[in-house]
């Protein structure tokens, strides 16, 4: 399986064999390019003579002047992209700076433009931002992805700053035509200079964040859907807010909840109050007191049967007060295994964990239950029985009752 250092010293060997630029390298991708810069000065390293006198790796068809200064750099024919590449990747930056001038009408180089903007010789990155400036702005959005992984380089924010201006203030089209880029760092440009423009409709902002697959992406779209929303604008309920309420992602369903408030259906947060995520839950909660309703009383009416709502022991933990801390703790001995580990999680909310009450669920058969009573357990653990937590060791024992074991010990000191 060939790496992609291997990949760089093929693509060079390519064009020094003369095979054309985009047949040599892959020219979408903006590890080629970076890959052919560093390939070509490896080569030099390990085969200087190569770079030296009149010899080229495209076979002496382009005359590179000797070693001593100055360089003479000339070509005994127009040359070919290809032997240009090398030319812009040469470890002598008098002969970069020189092949830049060959390179105005050339629009296939240009990536190799974008990467000599950041170079560590001043000559050659001075000329090369000249050409990069002078570039139409679509052609610098169709190197985008090269561009901002060159741009978080020491010298690499010129172009990236150039492609940034040309996107805020071109057309339209040129930013949304990255936004379903494959490349993380375009897809995010895009996107924050498209709610920045207000390119977007509402309904679209909704459905990206409820769908992307990055999550800053995500919860950039989502603030914007939800601060779109007109107060009241309860027609925009089922195509904006509903999306994001249905997210897998705590961020984008808490961004829902909240609103909720906005097209004034406070009570719909009402499930939330039970959500796997204290994020949500919280936004919940915070919904309810808006629109006049105090969630507690309804924590503790579920907590009267929370075999289908779980969470809702945490839940009473997180808003609750020390007169709920009997009413929680009575559901560690609750038959569904998610009200125990609830129920452990809302002790600790509380402030109300005891060791007694959690000592029973070392032993549970649920690895989710024993996780939260050794959380809940790890400020107090110099207090935990050691003979208990040796038992747990045994090799009879689940594996995470002894995980569980192992952590109080260390956090006893008992173990190094």
Same mark, same amino acid.
């Not at 603030?223 to 009241?232: H, I, M, N, P, S």
């Given at each position: 399986?060939?790496? =992609?250092?291997?990949?760089?010293?093929?693509?060079?060997?390519?064009?020094?064999?003369?095979?054309?630029?985009?047949?040599?390298?892959?020219?979408?991708?903006?590890?080629?390019?970076?890959?052919?810069?560093?390939?070509?000065?490896?080569?030099?390293?390990?085969?200087?003579?190569?770079?030296?006198?009149?010899?080229?790796?495209?076979?002496?068809?382009?005359?590179?002047?000797?070693?001593?200064?100055?360089?003479?750099?000339?070509?005994?024919?127009?040359?070919?992209?290809?032997?240009?590449?090398?030319?812009?990747?040469?470890?002598?930056?008098?002969?970069?700076?020189?092949?830049?001038?060959?390179?105005?009408?050339?629009?296939?180089?240009?990536?190799?433009?974008?990467?000599?903007?950041?170079?560590?010789?001043?000559?050659?990155?001075?000329?090369?931002?000249?050409?990069?400036?002078?570039?139409?702005?679509?052609?610098?959005?169709?190197?985008?992805?090269?561009?901002?992984?060159?741009?978080?380089?020491?010298?690499?924010?010129?172009?990236?700053?150039?492609?940034?201006?040309?996107?805020?203030?071109?057309?339209?089209?040129?930013?949304?035509?990255?936004?379903?880029?494959?490349?993380?760092?375009?897809?995010?440009?895009?996107?924050?200079?498209?709610?920045?423009?207000?390119?977007?409709?509402?309904?679209?902002?909704?459905?990206?964040?409820?769908?992307?697959?990055?999550?800053?992406?995500?919860?950039?779209?989502?603030?914007?859907?939800?601060?779109?929303?007109?107060?009241?604008?309860?027609?925009?309920?089922?195509?904006?807010?509903?999306?994001?309420?249905?997210?897998?992602?705590?961020?984008?369903? =808490?961004?829902?909840?909240?609103?909720?408030?906005?097209?004034?259906?406070?009570?719909?947060?009402?499930?939330?109050?039970?959500?796997? =995520?204290?994020?949500?839950?919280?936004?919940?909660?915070?919904?309810?007191?808006?629109?006049?309703?105090?969630?507690?009383?309804?924590?503790?009416?579920?907590?009267?049967?929370?075999?289908?709502?779980?969470?809702?022991?945490?839940?009473?933990?997180?808003?609750?007060?020390?007169?709920?801390?009997?009413?929680?703790?009575?559901?560690?001995?609750?038959?569904?295994?998610?009200?125990?580990?609830?129920?452990?999680?809302?002790?600790?909310?509380?402030?109300?964990?005891?060791?007694?009450?959690?000592?029973?669920?070392?032993?549970?058969? =649920?690895?989710?239950?024993?996780?939260?009573?050794?959380?809940?357990?790890?400020?107090?653990?110099?207090?935990?029985?050691?003979?208990?937590?040796?038992?747990?060791?045994?090799?009879?024992?689940?594996?995470?009752?002894?995980?569980?074991?192992?952590?109080?010990?260390?956090?006893?000191?008992?173990?190094?």
């Amino acid at each position: 399986m060939l790496t =992609s250092e291997d990949e760089s010293y093929e693509a060079v060997g390519r064009l020094a064999a003369g095979v054309a630029l985009n047949q040599a390298l892959d020219v979408t991708d903006p590890g080629s390019w970076i890959g052919l810069d560093l390939g070509v000065r490896e080569l030099a390293a390990r085969q200087p003579e190569l770079f030296h006198s009149n010899a080229s790796p495209s076979g002496r068809r382009m005359k590179w002047g000797p070693d001593p200064s100055p360089p003479t750099v000339a070509w005994l024919h127009e040359p070919g992209d290809g032997e240009l590449a090398l030319a812009l990747c040469h470890p002598d930056g008098r002969i970069r700076e020189t092949a830049l001038d060959h390179t105005e009408e050339r629009p296939a180089l240009l990536g190799l433009v974008v990467v000599r903007c950041a170079d560590w010789a001043g000559p050659v990155r001075e000329r090369a931002r000249v050409l990069l400036a002078e570039t139409p702005p679509h052609r610098l959005a169709a190197h985008a992805a090269l561009i901002l992984r060159v741009g978080r380089r020491p010298r690499g924010g010129f172009a990236q700053e150039l492609l940034t201006r040309a996107l805020c203030s071109g057309p339209a089209a040129q930013a949304e035509a990255l936004l379903d880029s494959s490349d993380r760092p375009t897809a995010r440009l895009a996107h924050r200079i498209a709610v920045e423009r207000q390119l977007l409709p509402v309904v679209r902002l909704a459905e990206t964040a409820a769908r992307h697959r990055d999550v800053v992406v995500q919860n950039l779209c989502a603030e914007a859907a939800v601060a779109a929303l007109g107060v009241g604008a309860f027609d925009e309920f089922t195509e904006v807010v509903v999306p994001l309420l249905a997210s897998r992602q705590p961020r984008i369903r =808490s961004a829902g909840v909240t609103a909720l408030r906005r097209v004034g259906r406070h009570a719909d947060a009402e499930p939330y109050l039970t959500d796997r =995520s204290a994020v949500v839950r919280a936004c919940a909660r915070w919904v309810l007191r808006q629109g006049g309703t105090d969630p507690t009383p309804l924590y503790r009416a579920l907590c009267a049967d929370p075999a289908i709502r779980p969470a809702a022991a945490v839940g009473l933990g997180e808003c609750g007060a020390r007169e709920d801390v009997d009413l929680v703790r009575a559901l560690l001995a609750h038959p569904v295994p998610r009200v125990r580990a609830c129920a452990v999680a809302g002790l600790r909310a509380l402030e109300a964990v005891r060791i007694d009450d959690l000592q029973p669920l070392w032993d549970d058969a =649920s690895a989710a239950v024993v996780q939260q009573a050794t959380a809940a357990l790890l400020p107090w653990a110099d207090r935990v029985p050691q003979g208990l937590l040796h038992a747990l060791l045994a090799e009879d024992r689940p594996r995470h009752q002894r995980v569980a074991a192992i952590r109080l010990l260390r956090a006893a000191a008992v173990l190094s």
